[in-house]
């Protein structure tokens, strides 16, 4: 059973717009929900990540939204820009891991046009 | 800092053979994770160690193994290969005991043909 859905798979945004995308999680003892930028070649980078105490968090163009009664959480990507392209994956944790360790999305593969 | 460092970053075995990997954390990070990235099933949690001590594992079969060394350099196998086993095999160090903040490395390739 996958414990985060993400969406879209693919998501193609004009320069200068806001990429969105979501996730959505079951497990109620994930406590701690990073995003990550991937890019070819290369391991995933930590972007920007939310504690359930908190509703918004932003860095810079990246912002983090986050429904817990929903059980959902979403990136947004202001001013988007073609340096952006990339793949984004959302993630689930718990305190102690456990045998999911850090849970992921399937990824969104995201293209900013110029 | 230093980021995380993977060796080999691509390497090719043949089918029934093993394979260790290896990965040096960021210094100062005491926790080492592993995880199997293909395009079918993604990133998947294979297991994590913390002062030398496995902590977590994922559902994997036991030809999957691993340890850490008490400089926190942490080593996987993978033993008896299998086509399916070709992937990219990712390495995650984070400072604490939990699994946040955990930052990665650019991977091992495997190919097994």
């Given at each position: 059973q996958q414990q985060v859905k993400q969406s879209p798979q693919s998501l193609?945004?004009?320069?200068?717009?806001?990429?969105?995308?979501?996730?959505?999680?079951?497990?109620?003892?994930?406590?701690?929900?990073?995003?990550?930028?991937?890019?070819?070649?290369?391991?995933?980078?930590?972007?920007?990540?939310?504690?359930?105490?908190?509703?918004?968090?932003?860095?810079?163009?990246?912002?983090?939204?986050?429904?817990?009664?929903?059980?959902?959480?979403?990136?947004?990507?202001?001013?988007?820009?073609?340096?952006?392209?990339?793949?984004?994956?959302?993630?689930?944790?718990?305190?102690?891991?456990?045998?999911?360790?850090?849970?992921?999305?399937?990824?969104?593969?995201?293209?900013?046009?110029? | 800092k230093a980021g995380v460092t993977q060796t080999p970053r691509y390497l090719i075995k043949t089918r029934g053979q093993q394979v260790t990997l290896s990965c040096s954390p960021i210094s100062g990070h005491r926790s080492v994770s592993w995880y199997q990235q293909t395009p079918g099933q993604g990133l998947q949690f294979l297991f994590e160690y913390f002062s030398e001590t496995q902590r977590n594992?994922?559902?994997?079969?036991?030809?999957?193994?691993?340890?850490?060394?008490?400089?926190?350099?942490?080593?996987?196998?993978?033993?008896?290969?299998?086509l399916g086993d070709s992937a990219l095999y990712l390495c995650a160090s984070s400072p604490g005991q939990a699994l946040y903040e955990q930052y990665f490395g650019p991977g091992t390739r495997l190919t097994v043909t």
């Open positions: 193609i945004v004009q320069k200068g717009g806001i990429s969105i995308i979501n996730c959505a999680y079951e497990n109620t003892a994930f406590d701690y929900f990073p995003w990550y930028q991937q890019f070819p070649g290369k391991g995933p980078a930590l972007l920007i990540a939310i504690r359930p105490d908190v509703s918004e968090k932003k860095e810079g163009r990246f912002t983090i939204s986050f429904n817990k009664s929903a059980k959902q959480f979403s990136l947004h990507i202001m001013d988007s820009q073609p340096g952006d392209s990339a793949t984004y994956f959302c993630a689930a944790s718990t305190p102690g891991g456990g045998a999911d360790g850090l849970t992921f999305g399937k990824g969104t593969h995201l293209i900013i046009q110029p | 594992k994922g559902n994997f079969p036991g030809r999957f193994s691993g340890r850490q060394f008490s400089n926190s350099r942490s080593e996987m196998n993978v033993s008896t290969l299998e």
